[in-house]
């Protein structure tokens, strides 16, 4: 059976974690974030958290080769095997080149790319909240909790993450710019981005990307 990999690209706050978590649940893949990847390895103190602090705090990017090796060990476990989708990955030509090197002819890949002006970005990092038991993403004014800190899905606490601070949020935007951007481009000379609209209500954004990569809606399916 061909393995079905989803990347969602798109500049940090462009609503990626947001939409792959939807995404996921729709496709039935597990959603791999090398971003909460990491954020468990800092909060379990491991020696690849020591490692990627100072970049995540500073809004850069983890070198590479911790990155590539972190995330192949993540999809090579027993529930991607029949596929996955990729949220914070590829960030750099380098990290996609590799990848498509790994997967070879073995998997289908569709490519998801939000794209949201500027301004939308940063407004949507400043008040966007992460829940620390299940990653979860909420926001203070767009999508605001039932209740002040607590998750809606599961009840854990929610915070803002610390390079969610405008200053980092600006130099992430810049890395993006600089790094991430080249890999749309990348993707974009082998004809495979579906681009779609992500400034609008995170429901309107789903719905069109769902139709980008043409997955039916619930009503819409045929068949048992
Ligand atoms: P995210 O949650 O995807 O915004 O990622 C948070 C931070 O983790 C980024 O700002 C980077 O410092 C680091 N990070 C996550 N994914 C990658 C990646 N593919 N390459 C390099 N650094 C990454």
Known sequence: ???????????????????????????????????????????????????????????????DELVIDMLFDRVARPDCADGYLLDGFPRTVHQARVLDARLGDSASVTIVNLVVPDEVIVERAAGRLLCRSCNNIAHRTFAPPRTAGVCDACGGELYTRDDDAPEVVRKRLAVYLEQTAPVVDFYAAQARVCSVDGGGHPDAVFESARRAIQVPAQGERGGA
Not at 37 to 54: D, H, I, P, V
């Open 1 to 63: 059976m061909t393995r079905s990999v989803v990347i969602m690209l798109g500049a940090p706050g462009a609503g990626k974690g947001t939409q792959a978590v939807r995404l996921s649940g729709e496709l039935g893949l597990p959603h791999v974030s090398t971003g909460d990847l990491f954020r468990e390895n800092l909060s379990q103190g491991t020696a690849l958290g020591a490692q990627a602090k100072e970049y995540m705090e500073s809004g850069r990017l983890v070198p």
